[in-house]
């Protein structure tokens, strides 16, 4: 059983791992890869047709995206999130009204809300038409996404796609921080002064592509759970592979040698009962003084 568990760690790592970096895009097998968990009463999404409602598709490869009815819901299938990572949403927005937009949240196994992320009229560096929106993720956990569209008779929510993407910038700048923090001691344990201080500067990162979309990453409004601790960089995807496929090696083992020593005592107890139930090999016969061929006759002669 345990075997199991383990396989399945590693075959669950391996499918989070293939998605890193790949574009997802919705077609017919939507209603199969979603559902409506956390979803309430909330209705579903509408797969559309960009030609059919005269919407400029920016993804050659799918020409179709999920829309939006007044409040639809829906949520993924399982991810394996890693911290430092990226959620990316393309979407498109053609609203009037401050609430209308979009939601996205990551859940947890147990249906927890780990991260929220609201994009709408109201917040900063909107525009309508087509947007990138870039949630960053901060801690390493298993669940799924739900996309929540708001959006009146008269307004266009869409979805077109979402990607999955390593935060590669920020983990370069944890690794400057670290280095810049170790010479920092050094000077402290050196010099013997505490004035100096390293300062470590960052600049918010945004994107424009070709046609004029603006890619804010911090424009939406971003909640997380005050009191989850982060992890650090050693839980990845390649550490938990190896981690676990090391475990199954260990406890095949262990279940091989368990095997192998129970069938020899199982040969020593026969090995003892067999030689208990052999024949003495020395035979005492008693001794014999008289031999009487007719013993009453020769018994009673004179």
Same mark, same amino acid.
Request: with cysteine; proline share 4%.
């Given at each position: 059983?345990?075997?199991? #568990? ?5 075959? +669950? ?7 890193? *970096? ?11 890869? &979603? ?41 993924? &299938?399982?991810?394996? @999130? ?8 393309? #979407? ?5 009204? &401050? ?7 990551? @859940? ?12 709408? %009229?109201? /917040? ?14 901060? #801690? !390493?956990? %298993? *669940? ?17 796609? @979402?990607?999955? %993407?390593?935060?590669?910038? !920020? ?11 170790? +010479? ?5 344990? =050196? $010099?013997?002064?505490?004035? =100096?201080?390293?300062? #470590? ?11 004029? +979309? ?31 496929? *090391?475990? @199954? ?16 005592? *199982?040969?020593?107890?026969?090995? /003892?009962? $067999?030689? !208990?139930? =052999? ?14 061929? !007719?013993?009453?006759?020769?018994? &009673?002669?004179?």
């Amino acid at each position: 059983m345990l075997n199991l #568990v383990v396989l399945t760690t590693i075959v +669950t790592s391996v499918l989070s791992q293939e998605i890193i *970096g790949l574009t997802y895009t919705f077609d017919e097998d939507f209603v199969w890869n &979603f559902d409506n968990k956390t979803c309430q009463d909330k209705t579903e999404w509408d797969l559309i047709s960009y030609e059919h409602w005269k919407i400029p598709s920016l993804n050659i490869e799918s020409p179709i995206g999920i829309r939006a009815k007044n409040n639809s819901c829906t949520s993924s &299938f399982p991810i394996i @999130f890693l911290s430092d990572s990226i959620l990316e949403l393309r #979407v498109y927005l053609k609203v009037k009204a &401050f609430k209308s937009g979009l939601t996205a949240k990551i @859940f947890d196994e147990v249906g927890v809300p780990v991260v929220k992320y609201v994009y709408n %009229k109201s /917040s900063e560096n909107f525009s309508l038409g087509w947007n990138t929106l870039l949630i960053p993720i901060h #801690v !390493n956990l %298993k *669940g799924y996404i739900n996309l929540i569209g708001y959006c009146q008779s008269n307004e266009i929510v869409i979805v077109d796609s @979402f990607r999955y %993407k390593i935060n590669k910038t !920020n983990n370069n700048r944890n690794r400057e921080k670290e280095i810049s923090f170790h +010479t920092h001691v050094t000077d402290l344990v =050196e $010099f013997g002064s505490g004035d =100096e201080d390293v300062d #470590v500067e960052g600049s918010g990162d945004s994107e424009q592509n070709d046609s004029n +979309t603006t890619i804010p990453e911090n424009s939406g409004n971003i909640t997380e759970p005050p009191d989850l601790p982060t992890n650090s960089d050693f839980w990845n995807t390649a550490t938990i592979t190896i981690i676990a496929a *090391g475990s @199954f090696v260990v406890i095949s083992i262990i279940c091989i040698t368990a095997y192998h020593f129970g069938k020899l005592r *199982g040969l020593e107890q026969n090995a /003892s009962i $067999f030689e !208990n139930m =052999e024949p003495a090999r020395t035979i005492t016969i008693p001794r014999v003084n008289n031999i009487y061929s !007719n013993p009453f006759s020769d018994r &009673f002669r004179r």
